[in-house]
């Protein structure tokens, strides 16, 4: 993880993207089951998938995704910098000590998306806008879940938002993202380097350690989305309730649990665990490709 600071931008902007590419259609299912309410709900994945279909891809499954596709080199590269340089401070007298390196690697994740919070939590915040607004064909009309102007962009909600609610309206939910982001990306680090560790030093992977970075990339992804699933929920619904029916994200969690009991709390894992393994597996392994190939540079 060391090297130029630009190094990790680019080698993190790039991985970042491929892994966004790959995983935003999957993403945008996820929100679509999370924040419809009981009277709008979809049936199931298959529904969702049909019903976001009808708008097409652009409008549908891509929806909300250019923001974070330009901005995600500045979040990855912070999230990643920040690792190393707590991983150097930790490891400077015995990083030799296995036990206590990985209790390291999870406190550097930790200290990493802590570091990114700033900067990720608006663009965040205008993607569960745009990705919840989706518009769905019922019977020759069009349905939008809010009552709220349908934003035909990122800078029209960005514009809007800013206007009625300044600044601190960008950053709705952003204490329930830091409580999802802080500890998963510890979880993150640390499932991604042990798995890793493990296959090289087990020799189940190849010469170039493709095979390695897209499992271990994978599992990590899948594991730390499973683990945080209900903060999530918690906050896509909180972000994309535009009535005011969510006075604070407890209010949120307290009534969706009243309305739809214990399994709210997991709406849409399976479609996020199928996103996040290729969307990870595919990010780790061009971030680590194309940092190897800048480092000789």
Sequence with gaps: ???????????????????????????????QLQTRTTDQRYRGTIDAVSGINQTGWVRGFFRGLSWPLFTFGI???ILLRVYGNTMKILEKNDPEDRKKHYMNVYFAGCTGGAAFQVVAIPFDYIKVVLQSQI???????????????????????????YRTLGLSGLYKGGTVMAVRDIPTCGLYMLTYSYIGDLLRRKRWTDSRGVIAELISGGCAGSLAWFATM????????????????????????????????????????VVTCLRAFPSCAVAMLVYSYVLDVLKKT
């Design 1 to 31: 993880m060391s090297g130029h600071w630009s190094h990790d931008y680019l080698a993190g902007g790039l991985g970042g993207a491929a892994g966004l590419l790959v995983g935003h259609p999957f993403d945008t299912v996820k929100v």
């Design 75 to 77: 979040v990855n590269s």
């Design 135 to 161: 518009q769905r064909n019922n019977g020759g009309s069009v349905e939008i879940q809010n009552r709220v102007r349908y934003f035909r962009g990122p800078v029209e909600c960005t514009v809007h938002t």
């Design 230 to 269: 209900p903060f999530d929920v918690i906050k896509s619904r909180y972000q994309a309730d535009f009535d005011g029916v969510y006075k604070r994200p407890l209010d949120c969690a307290i009534a969706s649990y009243k309305e739809e009991g214990f399994r709210v709390f997991y709406r849409g894992t």
